[in-house]
Nanobody, 123 residues
Framework: QLQASGGGLVQAGGSLRLSCAASGGASNSYLMGWFRQAPGKEREFVAAISRGGGITNYLDSVEGRFTISRDNAKNTVYLQMNSLKPGDTAVYYC??????????????????WGQGTLVTVSS
């Protein structure tokens, strides 16, 4: 199971840190990712991190502003979001690919999903 938290309301230019706690499986061997879905839009890839944390991938529009990290001792993945923009407003979901494949960005390739946490960025 994945439990996402940390969303909220923030002004443009502000920061938030999302957390995703994993339980009930070999989550430390999974590729972990963050996706987001804005109203009326499809779910899109935001960032992913390899099982060991050494390889990360980002959506171009968040590169340099967002940082994904993981603490395998705590079975937790984080998404640090800085310089937030109104366009970042969405429900953010964490997800896991149990095969641990690096570079996977399609939501259809992920096996487990958290419940989502809402991020609202005001202008």
């Amino acid at each position: 199971q994945l439990q996402a938290s940390g969303g909220g309301l923030v002004q443009a230019g502000g920061s938030l840190r999302l957390s995703c706690a994993a339980s009930g499986g070999a989550s430390n061997s999974y590729l972990m990712g963050w996706f987001r879905q804005a109203p009326g839009k499809e779910r899109e890839f935001v960032a992913a991190i390899s099982r060991g944390g050494g390889i990360t991938n980002y959506l171009d529009s968040v590169e340099g502003r967002f940082t994904i990290s993981r603490d395998n001792a705590k079975n937790t993945v984080y998404l640090q979001m800085n310089s937030l923009k109104p366009g970042d407003t969405a429900v953010y979901y964490c997800a896991a690919d149990r095969f641990g494949r690096n570079g996977v960005t399609s939501p259809h390739e992920y096996d487990y999903w958290g419940q989502g946490t809402l991020v609202t960025v005001s202008s």
